[in-house]
């Protein structure tokens, strides 16, 4: 019951993102790293993409597709963790400080609770080895 209600809230924030980054993409265009190519398409793409993976996660009909949302959404959230470590990096070299601490340590320290949320939510199963001694 909790692992569903997790799940939905999940889909809900990743759906909204990708909503925003499609209709709204500027924000994430002044914080992408200058080092990727082509930076509305993927912008744009990866609005669908968190579109998509909110859909997967909710669907009550294939674990395996839930599960690959789930790593996918994980993948997503490391992959754009250079975008926020930029976003941080230029807004505090800002004369003004940007939005400051308050608001990018936070933000840092959300991006791995987002990983391991996605895979807890679509009941990812992570191998482990027992110990043999």
């Not at 997503?76 to 004369?95: G, K, S, T």
């Amino acid at each position: 019951m909790i692992r569903a209600a997790l799940r939905l809230i999940l889909a809900a924030f990743y759906t909204y993102a990708g909503y925003m980054h499609v209709v709204r993409p500027e924000p994430f265009l002044s914080i992408t790293p200058a080092m990727v190519p082509y930076p509305e398409a993927v912008v744009y793409w990866t609005g669908i993409a968190e579109i998509l993976g909110a859909i997967a996660l909710l669907q009550p009909f294939e674990i395996r597709l839930r599960r690959a949302a789930g790593i996918g959404l994980a993948l997503y959230a490391l992959c754009v963790w250079p975008a926020n470590i930029n976003h941080f990096a230029m807004d505090m070299a800002r004369a003004d400080g940007g939005l400051g601490l308050a608001y990018h340590v936070p933000r840092m320290f959300a991006q791995p609770l987002l990983i391991l949320w996605a895979l807890w939510a679509s009941e990812v199963r992570i191998p482990h080895r027992k110990d043999r001694s």
